[in-house]
């Protein structure tokens, strides 16, 4: 499965915007990005995911790059419950299990 | 509605002592993972049901580790003759059919202790 790079950790100011980035050089043409995130003792909660196409919904943004190679994820206005570690993650069209593989993720601190 | 649920929430064993977790997906949810976390780090797949089906069993460390879904909707891992190295939160995730473009919906884990 193709991987994904991201900075261990950022900070935000609360209320402000933030852009988290992923790479994934080797990301195939049937490999979906999606982003998860997982509060303080909590199970990971999907966030957003697209496959070319910029998406957008009621939590984030997701931009994708037009070689694809690299996303950003963007919290429009960061709250202190955004504070989680988020992970971008490729998911093949083509395995039939369709697990999750989760990195390292990036934790992110939001300051009041 | 209901999310996934899972219990216990936590669970302390002394090493030797085999337990089972259980896990309720979401109703009608045809696909269920188990993910085990250790402390500091990211989810690690363990394994896959499709319905009652285990599709892929290929993450379990060992064959102490043990699952099943005997009709599909709830499902129990078992864990025999506990170690130290298991002490791990738990997490099962359900999604409504197989898919790359299909969201998990993970429960909140146990947390595994083993003294």
């Known amino acids: 499965d193709a991987k994904t790079t991201q900075p261990n950790s950022m900070e935000s100011n609360e209320e402000e915007p933030v852009h988290l980035p992923c790479n994934h050089s080797?990301?195939?043409?049937?490999?979906?990005i999606h982003w998860y995130r997982q509060l303080p003792s909590q199970g990971p909660e999907y966030v957003i995911h697209?496959?070319?196409s910029n998406v957008n919904n009621r939590m984030a943004s997701l931009a994708i790059a037009e070689d694809r190679k690299s996303s950003t994820l963007i919290l429009h206005r960061a709250t202190l419950r955004d504070a989680a570690v988020y992970y971008c993650?490729?998911?093949?069209?083509?395995?039939?299990?369709?697990?999750?593989?989760f990195g390292g993720g990036t934790r992110l601190m939001v300051k009041p | 509605g209901a999310g996934v649920s899972q219990s216990p929430r936590y669970k302390v064993a002394k090493r030797g002592q085999d337990v089972a977790l259980r896990c309720d997906p979401i109703?009608?949810?045809?696909?269920l993972f188990w993910y085990q976390q250790a402390l500091g780090q990211g989810p690690e797949f363990l394994t896959y049901f499709q319905n009652e089906a285990q599709l892929d069993k290929s993450g379990l460390p060992s064959d102490r580790f043990f699952a099943e879904r005997p009709e599909g909707s709830v499902s129990t891992l078992k864990i025999q003759r506990t170690q130290q190295e298991d002490s791990a939160v738990y997490l099962c995730?359900?999604?409504?059919?197989?898919?790359?473009?299909?969201?998990?919906?993970f429960g909140p884990g146990t947390r595994l202790t083993v003294t």
């Open positions: 697209g496959l070319t």
């Open positions: 080797t990301i195939s043409g049937t490999d979906y």
């Open positions: 995730a359900s999604s409504v059919r197989q898919g790359p473009s299909y969201e998990q919906y």
């Open positions: 993650i490729l998911r093949d069209l083509n395995n039939a299990g369709n697990m999750l593989t």
């Open positions: 109703s009608g949810h045809v696909s």
